[in-house]
């Protein structure tokens, strides 16, 4: 077992972490390495200081305590050298083993989902964003939770109290799944509302671009160069949460509902996937996934692979996808160089507007791949038609002829059908 002791952060008013990773066969040490700089930064995120690191080989994990009664041992004495606060295991811990460890190890101990699920308990603003965030909380402590000791084992007795009763435990069970039940049938009714607006909005015919990525990809920058949104834009993990949707003309003339979300990163807990999946409706519906990349980023096809892990849990990975590589502004960036191994991709830097221009012209020519320009010929007594194009498509331009009122109009298939009797060369 060895570790690196970091003595150069002020760890003032912050815990003092040990991280834990383990290397099984198959998996190269600098791949575990990257996983250990990740967890760094999302510990240092949720405001915390590493002070350790320690790395241990295993053929597979130990049932009790995940590295063996052994190594805990060892980590306990660092612990105590070091003055740890608290233990966090890059590999997901059962209940039983996050038990067992704290029990010898004398602190807490928590697996990279805690840490996870803590940055969003601390950044949620809205109170969707709240509940949602309480859930997957709620969640993944339901299995953790057990008695704080035994005087509280058993309901006080008494006159009129006396029976079978309930242990403290199950009563805080019960407490729990009842929360559970309640923020489900919340979230529910939200999800119920989100659709009765979209169906709003599928009436208008805008379309829909949804911007993704890994975390802290630059999505909140894109939305602000693409919409005017004005967006505070802060570097750090998971700064976005909740849904935010603007809109803005193409130079074709089509207005389309650009949507930022919260950002994907490897392993998404899912407890978090399962409590977002009103938020992240807005991903599966899109007719576009504008992928934003940090094409800064040592991992950046890493970081690739894991957002489309996550679109394929989400069951959004059927919806057409536009590869764009951000941060060319930054030195060694590799966003023009990853552009040109990913065909169809584009890049930018969302801080500067270089190449935005591309992008947006890139974004257009995607969302018309199955879409038609028509120019329809009006009769001047058919409003009812007029207001149909409106509705159904966008309308790029009208003007009047002897033989009625002349558009040209962008149609899917479905709607170019309908209009096929008034359609004329343009």
């Known amino acids: 077992m060895t570790y690196i002791p970091n003595t150069l952060i ?49 053929d597979s994990p130990d049932a009790a305590t995940f590295i063996g009664s052994g190594k805990v041992h060892e980590l306990r004495e660092l612990s105590l050298a070091l003055d740890a606060d608290t233990v966090v295991f890059e590999h997901n811990l059962s209940p039983a083993q996050q038990r067992n460890l704290e029990k010898i190890l004398g602190r807490t101990a928590i697996d990279r989902t805690a840490v996870i699920l803590d940055i969003f308990a601390q950044n ?35 006159i009129g109290t006396r029976g079978p009763g309930e242990t403290q435990l199950e009563v805080d069970r019960r407490r729990l799944v009842q929360r559970i039940h309640h923020i489900r049938a919340e979230l529910k009714e939200i999800d119920r509302t989100r659709g009765v607006q979209r169906q709003g909005r599928d009436r208008g015919r805008h379309r829909e671009v949804t911007l993704v990525g890994y975390t802290n990809a630059g999505k909140s920058s894109m939305l602000n160069a693409l919409t005017n949104a004005g967006v505070v834009v802060e570097d750090r993990l998971f700064a976005t949460l909740d849904p935010r949707t603007r809109q803005r003309q193409l130079p074709g003339g089509e207005t389309v509902l650009f949507t930022d979300t919260v950002g994907f990163i490897s392993n ?9 999946m009103s938020t992240l409706r807005s991903v ?50 590799r966003s023009r160089e990853l552009a040109k191994l990913y065909e169809g991709s584009v890049w930018v830097s969302a801080k500067t507007g270089e190449n935005l221009d591309e992008v947006i012209a890139t974004i257009g020519d995607r969302l018309r791949t199955n879409d038609r320009i028509l120019t329809l010929q009006l009769p001047f ?46």
């Open 10 to 58: 002020d760890r003032t008013f912050r815990e003092k972490i040990v991280l834990v990773g383990v290397l099984f066969p198959g998996v190269k040490l600098d791949e575990l390495d990257q996983q250990l700089d990740e967890l760094a930064l999302l510990v240092d995120t949720a405001g915390a200081d590493v002070v350790a690191r320690v790395v241990q080989r295993r």
């Open 284 to 333: 599966q519906l899109a007719d576009l996934l504008v992928h934003v990349v940090d094409g800064a980023s040592d991992h950046a096809e890493e970081q690739i692979a894991a957002v489309r892990d996550v679109l394929v849990e989400i069951d959004a990975d059927h919806v057409p996808e536009l590869l764009v590589f951000n941060k060319v502004d930054v030195a060694d960036s």
């Open 268 to 276: 998404l807990p899912h407890e978090l996937v399962e409590a977002f």
């Open 124 to 158: 949620a603003r809205t109170p969707e964003g709240k509940a949602q965030v309480e859930l997957a909380l709620l969640e993944y402590r339901l299995p953790r939770l057990r008695r704080a000791s035994e005087s509280l084992s058993q309901q006080a007795g008494g």
């Open 381 to 426: 007594d058919r409003g009812d038609l007029l207001a149909a194009a409106h509705r159904e498509g966008d309308v790029l331009d009208t003007s009047v002829s002897d033989d009625g009122v002349l558009i040209h109009v962008v149609l899917d298939d479905v709607s170019a059908a309908r209009f096929s009797q008034w359609r004329v060369s343009a």
